[in-house]
């Protein structure tokens, strides 16, 4: 770890030392949001039409799919924090697929927010495809002793040294080095989708004719995966409203635009 850490760790406590370095990463990472070449890109998007949007995305790309990430530069996309909002204009955006991000976001505080900025994009009709770690999944299996489920998690996250114990498997799962914020289920995030004004809120199981799912092994056994849609007339938001956000996003995304 170098002397650095040693000094730190022993002069403050392991998770205070490692979120002042989780919070170091972001902030830096929303520095780079300033770039002159994301401002424009950011400008290109703000009065664009008809967009399918890929939230969360890293690197995965898809053709006729804008990515939006944070903490990676996505190529062909936009640098940008979900948490400030979504710089776009209201039913500009055709479908949103968002794998494996909800579970990074605090829940409701920072989840809520989020959802009414995708509600609010998005044009009557409209989709949202939501994949996250599915913890009625991991609690079932250790409930019922599946060691077909966890033979195949060993290494989940990227593990160094694979897992020996069931439970240390869950415990990757729902807390990921402190990267995961809640473990979410079917029902808790249909009433949160369903209290946003979303409806047809359904669970489809790893669909990649109808989605842009992912396909590896370790997502398809644990991850829930839902879609939701946009009434076609267009409800409102029921149970939040976007100015009602700490960070304002909206502001900070025209306070960006070049």
């Not at 979504?86 to 505080?109: G, N, Q, T, Y």
């Not at 990227?158 to 029902?187: C, K, S, Y």
């Amino acid at each position: 770890m170098g002397w650095k850490h040693t000094l730190a760790t022993g002069v403050f406590s392991r998770q205070f030392v490692q979120a002042l370095k989780s919070e170091a990463r972001v902030q830096g990472a929303r520095l780079r949001c300033l770039t002159p070449s994301n401002r424009r890109r950011l400008h290109a998007l703000r009065h664009a039409r008809g967009l399918s949007l890929n939230l969360g995305a890293g690197f995965h790309q898809r053709d006729g799919w804008t990515p939006i990430d944070l903490m990676v530069d996505p190529p062909g996309g936009l640098r940008w924090d979900v948490r400030w909002g979504l710089p776009l204009e209201a039913a500009s955006v055709a479908r949103i697929h968002c794998e494996h991000f909800f579970e990074h976001l605090r829940f409701p505080d920072e989840v809520m927010p989020a959802l009414v900025e995708c509600f609010r994009v998005l044009e009557p009709g409209g989709e949202l495809r939501i994949i996250v770690p599915d913890a009625a999944r991991y609690i079932h299996a250790y409930a019922h002793g599946d060691a077909r489920f966890f033979d195949a998690m060993r290494e989940l996250g990227g593990a160094a040294v694979p897992f020996e114990t069931d439970i240390e498997i869950v415990n990757q799962a729902f807390r990921m080095g402190g990267d995961h914020q809640f473990a979410w289920d079917f029902l808790v995030m249909r009433r949160r989708l369903e209290a946003v004004g979303f409806e047809r809120v359904e669970e489809t199981g790893y669909d990649p004719a109808r989605f842009i799912d992912q396909g590896e092994e370790w997502r398809r056994r644990e991850s829930l995966y839902v879609a939701a849609y946009k009434p076609r007339a267009d409800q409102g938001v029921r149970a939040l409203e976007t100015n009602t956000v700490e960070n304002q996003p909206l502001g900070v995304s025209r306070a960006l635009t070049p």
